[in-house]
């Protein structure tokens, strides 16, 4: 099976809330809903994705989070984007990527942080869920 910028984007979408209707990734990916489910189905049965029953394991838990992403264009938005955030901790910068440690409530609340930083053209955010953290 060859993978696809589709393919792609719906495993993104899945990854970050498996609960997500066809309709909902079919919206935000701009793909059309048909063949949101022909990628499914393709996925699905080249054992790429397997249907796993979800336990929400952050019930009365802070969701620490530290995303890393490129921003190309629009710094100067996304930083103040960040800054405005009541769920972001800290930011560091290198040469080439915001690494930002975040926290949220629930996944709702992330989901929406992560809709906020798409719609400043960031692309390509690596999530790294954090379930605990020693100091």
Do not use: A, C, W
């Not at 060859?2 to 990916?29: A, C, G, W, Y």
């Not at 022909?38 to 969701?63: E, G, H």
């Amino acid at each position: 099976m060859r993978i696809t910028d589709n393919h792609l984007r719906v495993i993104q979408m899945l990854r970050r809330d498996p609960r997500k209707t066809f309709l909902e990734i079919s919206r935000r990916t701009k793909i059309p809903l048909e063949k949101v489910y022909s990628i499914y189905y393709d996925l699905k049965n080249n054992d790429i994705l397997k249907t796993v029953t979800i336990i929400n394991l952050y019930d009365n838990k802070i969701i620490n989070v530290f995303l890393i992403f490129s921003p190309r264009i629009n710094q100067h938005g996304i930083l103040k984007y960040l800054k405005k955030s009541v769920n972001v901790n800290s930011v560091s910068i290198t040469d080439r990527d915001f690494i930002v440690h975040s926290s949220f409530l629930d996944l709702d609340e992330y989901e929406f942080f992560i809709d906020g930083l798409e719609s400043l053209g960031v692309k390509d955010i690596d999530d790294y869920f954090i379930s605990e953290v020693l100091v």
